[in-house]
T-cell receptor, first 111, second 113 residues
Framework: QKEVEQDPGPLSVPEGAIVSLNCTYS??????FMWYRQYSRKGPELLMY????GNKEDGRFTAQVDKSSKYISLFIRDSQPSDSATYLC???????????FGKGTKLTVNP | KAGVTQTPRYLIKTRGQQVTLSCSPI?????VSWYQQTPGQGLQFLFE???????NKGNFPGRFSGRQFSNSRSEMNVSTLELGDSALYLC????????????FGSGTRLTVV
């Protein structure tokens, strides 16, 4: 069993839709949870960062962490064509430990 | 503010050769990490350097090595290249003492033929 599982998609939605992306993990020691967005031929860009459980909101993006279920989610409201990218979840045990990534979900938002 | 700079952007090497990739972190960042990204395995951690010391290492063979200089710039080296080393190599930097997330460069695309 991989430490972090993420549905690779692809996921295709119409503009304006609410998008839900999620990851499950097996290592209960993970404390730091991140979502990255990666455009084609670019490096990953940090979108959201959460420590431990709870919700965090930033504009159209909401990140949720449920440590009891070992499940994290990213919601994108009012999705735009510019949101079309691969979304990667990542997590780590300590503040400066290696990041363990999911394989990424490819999202396409159609105008 | 300048981001993480990786050079070169693209490389083509022959099997058996060695290669050196370079990474300049964001000013003030003391931690540099390297990742390998392939379609099959996704992003995999190679190693992390903080203040010129290797602090963490992933599960890669000894052909993969790295170092960090006093100005926090980092290099990674791959010796005796294999076809399976073809990948996007990403460098990420952070402050390293508290976790604010890592900032990635655009990567070096290595093709081994």
């Amino acid at each position: 069993q991989k430490e972090v599982e993420q549905d690779p998609g692809p996921l295709s939605v119409p503009e304006g839709a609410i998008v839900s992306l999620n990851c499950t993990y097996s290592n209960s020691a993970f404390q730091y949870f991140m979502w990255y967005r990666q455009y084609s031929r670019k490096g990953p860009e940090l979108l959201m960062y959460t420590y431990s459980s709870g919700n965090k909101e930033d504009g159209r993006f909401t990140a949720q962490v449920d440590k009891s279920s070992k499940y994290i989610s990213l919601f994108i409201r009012d999705s735009q064509p510019s949101d079309s990218a691969t979304y990667l979840c990542a997590m780590s045990v300590g503040g400066s430990e290696k990041l363990v990534f999911g394989k990424g979900t490819k999202l396409t938002v159609n105008p | 503010k300048a981001g993480v700079t990786q050079t070169p952007r693209y490389l083509i090497k022959t099997r058996g050769q060695q290669v050196t990739l370079s990474c300049s972190p964001i000013s003030g960042h003391r931690s540099v990490s390297w990742y390998q990204q392939t379609p099959g395995q996704g992003l995999q951690f190679l190693f992390e350097y903080f203040s010129e010391t290797q602090r963490n290492k992933g599960n890669f063979p000894g052909r993969f090595s790295g170092r960090q200089f006093s100005n926090s710039r980092s290099e990674m080296n791959v010796s005796t290249l294999e076809l399976g080393d073809s990948a996007l190599y990403l460098c990420a930097s952070s402050f390293g003492t508290q976790h604010y997330g890592y900032t990635f460069g655009s990567g070096t695309r290595l093709t081994v033929v």
